[in-house]
């Protein structure tokens, strides 16, 4: 399964990014979707993600800033990004976990995107 993100870029504080991420593969289900990020020096931190239902969960450094959404059909999660802030700056990834049909039988995967640079200038 190949996660191909876009829409990362640069923006002043105060503006707006939206990331999208899709999942190319035949015969999948996928169950969560989430973004994740990593800025210089730091670790990989959970963003945002979103149940198969649509339930999603955010870190409290984001609440009431990013919101995050999918297409089921499309198999794409988006994260709409508002009043960046220069913390905000890292790489972000897109994840993808759910089950694949392969060889007459369904197995789990857990697929990572190469991910996109989002910097926030002061």
């Known amino acids: 399964v190949q996660l191909v993100e876009s829409g990362g870029g640069l923006v002043q504080a105060g503006g707006s990014l939206r990331l999208s991420c899709a999942a190319s593969?035949?015969?999948?289900?996928?169950?969560?979707m989430g973004w994740y990020r990593q800025a210089p020096g730091k670790q990989r931190e959970l963003v945002a993600t979103?149940?198969?239902?649509?339930?999603?969960n955010y870190a409290d450094s984001v609440q009431g800033r990013f919101t995050i959404s999918r297409d089921n059909v499309k198999n794409t999660v988006y994260l709409q990004m508002n009043s960046l802030k220069p913390e905000d700056t890292a790489v972000y990834y897109c994840?993808?976990?759910?089950?694949?049909?392969?060889?007459?039988?369904?197995?789990?995967?857990?697929?990572w995107g190469q991910g996109t640079q989002v910097t926030v200038s002061s």
């Open positions: 979103i149940t198969g239902g649509g339930i999603p």
């Open positions: 593969a035949d015969q999948i289900s996928i169950d969560a």
């Open positions: 994840n993808a976990n759910g089950r694949r049909w392969a060889v007459f039988s369904w197995t789990r995967f857990d697929a």
